[in-house]
T-cell receptor, first 109, second 112 residues
Framework: EDQVTQSPEALRLQEGESSSLNCSYT??????LFWYRQDPGKGPEFLFT???AGEEKEKERLKATLTKKESFLHITAPKPEDSATYLC??????????FGQGTTLQVKP | DAGVTQSPTHLIKTRGQQVTLRCSPK?????VSWYQQALGQGPQFIFQ???????QRGNFPDRFSGHQFPNYSSELNVNALLLGDSALYLC???????????FGSGTRLTVV
């Protein structure tokens, strides 16, 4: 069964303190690995799509990377406005987009 | 360009009642997926509609049903509501076979 697991569940950082979020996946026939950002009471907002091991994508202070079993979302010098829940999702041969439980990030000034 | 629109934004229902949630996809998108998100959890896939037919379904009972209309809008129906159905219901639209989903802001359903 396809599965996506994220760690840690929650992360508190000081402004400027870089860190990484982990997403482990078990998916048959990976078609894509996706990162979303979700603010409280809102729907997920698309950030990145990764298709193959070794691929990297960047956007402002965020960089997503992909291996054959994991994806990482690196946050460099975060700001308070980066506080949100970050969701990882994977799509495989089933055609379903399966989400992890998310990592809630809090960045303190 | 309008994104995904969901209605209503909030809803309170009593156990045993039935509810209908509505979704209008992003302009140009013809595939609609529905997700249930419990508090503190990731979204769980309910089902996906394309060409007015259910194409994929997650592990949800038959109490959950849906419909897609010729204009690509969609409805999610839940019968015999349980307290455990309380959640944020998310609609996402996309092009066929494309997982770059655009999500709506969701409908917050509370069952009392």
């Amino acid at each position: 069964e396809d599965q996506v697991t994220q760690s840690p569940e929650a992360l508190r950082l000081q402004e400027g303190e870089s860190s990484s979020l982990n997403c482990s996946y078990t998916v048959s026939g990976l078609r894509g690995l996706f990162w979303y950002r979700q603010d409280p009471g809102k729907g997920p907002e698309f950030l990145f799509t990764l298709y193959s091991a070794g691929e990297e994508k960047e956007k402002e202070r965020l960089k997503a990377t992909l291996t054959k079993k994991e994806s990482f979302l690196h946050i460099t010098a975060p700001k308070p406005e980066d506080s949100a829940t970050y969701l990882c999702a994977a799509a495989g041969n089933t055609g379903k987009l399966i989400f992890g439980q998310g990592t809630t990030l809090q960045v303190k000034p | 360009d309008a994104g995904v629109t969901q209605s209503p934004t909030h809803l309170i229902k009593t156990r045993g009642q039935q509810v209908t949630l509505r979704c209008s996809p992003k302009s140009g998108h013809d595939t609609v997926s529905w997700y249930q998100q419990a508090l503190g959890q990731g979204p769980q896939f309910i089902f996906q509609y394309y060409e007015e037919e259910e194409r994929q379904r997650g592990n949800f009972p038959d109490r959950f049903s849906g419909h897609q209309f010729p204009n690509y809008s969609s409805e999610l129906n839940v019968n015999a509501l349980l307290l455990g159905d309380s959640a944020l219901y998310l609609c996402a639209s996309s092009l066929p076979g494309n997982y770059g989903y655009t999500f709506g802001s969701g409908t917050r359903l509370t069952v009392v």
